[in-house]
């Protein structure tokens, strides 16, 4: 349905409340990944290996997590894609990673007690050690398999056009940056209620998050087969089609009479005629086929070049996420707040700015005629500059200010981050893979950028001291970060096909 059509029929505000309540797996997300990465597991980690370690191990567990990352988001998808069942194709995948997530978090918060007596790095014990690796596995896997089917609603979602991209992919954005802001807040809880406490309140939040999510999409069971586009129902309201399994053959594509089209709002029904692709049915065959063809949305001239670009902002986001808690400690500490709390305020001014612009820039974006480039280069550019300021910064209030500026310019990117991936994927039976392998863009950076800066800060974190520089480690670190930033803002400007 066009945008004048759906704005007609649902109102603005209405419109931009459903779309919101169809996200809201994404702010259970994002409360967990700010939350989990940046100061639960660092925390846990020190407290079980000590400082001299700290940044090796998290580093490593970082390695293992990107590379269950890489390889089930692309398979899920693939899987997703020819489900069949009463409950749709991507909600059971849903579903299920909600319910695995939500046990693994309670799992993590008894890998490690801040309760305990004694020294950071005098509370390990083989089974610590041993239940926070299963844990994190649980988690890694729980967490791809809700997000990945989630990803695939986004690109389906019936009531978002192509031409309102943009601002789905806005409030997408806000909805992630309102999950740091309550993932900043859930943080405040570690030192004084403990890890069991809050870990047991993530999993609350992003289970209630899911579920919204789950049961506010509108997605018909799935029979082996899809409406496509160009064949959609032209009958002024959204519609469901209902097609017998016995009147499909072997094609592709076919045309056919439907067994009755269900009209949303009149609640009537009429036969019509709707074009349908039949998917392959999910054996080894189909399986070790598309296996060997995973990688072709890499074919595509502007997708190659969005993943790539993604990936260097993520390793840039990640390397400033999983080590700021440590850069907090070591850096700008103040007295009377645990580093806990400390870092947990940081994301404050983040979260403010980033909302805004999140919300404005996605709409300017569809209202421009759907530009994205030039919001995409300056986001990146303005980060890569922030990053050189902190990488000289030892005041809590100056890091504030730097802070506030660098959420304004990530909620740029944020607000356009589904959107211009979702302008160049084709419309296919390989939506869920497709973008199972571009998130791959968002965790294929543990493998380098996380062990890589663990390294590097031990490693020049060390050798500062021998020299004089206390905070060398930081400062390589921040410059790396600004590195990451620039390449992805230049290599924005090859897109083809994105305005």
């Avoid at 356009?416 to 039976?429: G, K, Q, R, T, W």
Wanted: hydrophobic share 50%; with cysteine.
């Amino acid at each position: 349905e066009s945008k004048d059509h759906i704005i007609a029929k649902y109102g603005w505000i209405y419109w931009n409340f459903l779309v919101a309540c169809t996200c809201t797996l994404q702010l259970g997300a994002s409360i967990q990944s700010l939350v989990y990465y940046s100061i639960l597991l660092p925390a846990q980690i020190l407290d079980l290996v000590g400082d001299e370690k700290k940044g090796s191990y998290l580093g490593l567990l970082m390695l293992g997590g990107g590379i269950i990352a890489i390889v089930s988001p692309p398979l899920i998808g693939m899987i997703s894609d020819r489900h069949s069942s009463r409950f749709g194709r991507r909600r059971p995948y849903i579903v299920g990673g909600i319910l695995l997530n939500a046990g693994a978090l309670i799992s993590m918060g008894f890998a490690g007690d801040n309760g305990s007596e004694g020294e950071a790095g005098t509370n390990a014990t083989p089974w610590n050690v041993a239940l926070l690796i299963i844990s994190f596995i649980l988690i890694c896997f729980g967490y791809n398999l809700m997000v990945t089917a989630f990803n695939a609603t986004v690109f389906e979602n019936p009531i978002v056009p192509k031409d309102m991209f943009g601002t789905s992919s806005g409030i997408i954005g806000a909805l992630s940056i309102l999950g740091f802001g309550i993932g900043t807040a859930l943080g405040t809880m570690v030192t004084p209620f403990g890890y069991v406490s809050t870990y047991v309140v993530l999993a609350v939040l992003t289970s209630i998050a899911g579920f919204i999510t789950v049961c506010t999409y509108k997605e018909e069971r799935s029979d082996g087969y899809e409406v496509l586009p160009q064949g959609r129902v032209e009958s002024g309201s959204q519609s469901y089609v209902s097609v017998s399994s016995s009147e499909l053959n072997d094609e592709d594509d076919m045309l056919i009479i439907a067994d009755s089209v269900s009209h949303a709002e009149t609640k009537t029904e009429s036969e019509a005629q709707v074009r349908v692709r039949r998917f392959e049915k999910l054996s080894w065959k189909v399986f070790v086929k598309n296996l060997a063809d995973m990688w072709s949305p890499f074919k595509i001239h502007d997708f190659r070049w969005v993943f790539i670009s993604r990936l260097f902002i993520q390793m840039g986001v990640y390397t400033v996420q999983e080590f700021l808690f440590y850069w907090v400690e070591d850096i700008i500490p103040m007295e009377g707040l645990s580093t806990a709390t400390e870092t947990s305020f940081l994301f404050i001014p983040v979260g403010l700015t980033a909302f805004i612009s999140a919300l404005v820039v996605g709409k300017l974006s569809d209202a421009l005629g759907g530009k994205r480039k030039v919001f995409l280069f300056w986001s990146c550019m303005t980060m890569a500059l922030l990053s050189i300021l902190l990488s000289v910064t030892e005041s809590y209030v100056i890091a504030m200010i730097i802070f506030a500026f660098f959420g304004f310019a990530i909620g740029v990117f944020m607000s356009l981050d589904y959107a211009i991936v979702c302008d160049v994927l084709p419309d296919d039976e390989h939506v869920a893979r497709n973008l199972g392998v571009w998130h791959i863009s968002i965790v294929l950076p543990q493998l380098f950028a996380a062990p890589l800066a663990g390294v590097i800060l031990d490693a020049f974190q060390k050798l500062g001291k021998q020299t004089g520089v206390g905070n060398l480690g930081y400062i390589v670190l921040f410059v790396s970060t600004a590195f990451y930033f620039i390449v992805a803002a230049l290599l924005f400007k090859k897109l083809k096909g994105v305005k």
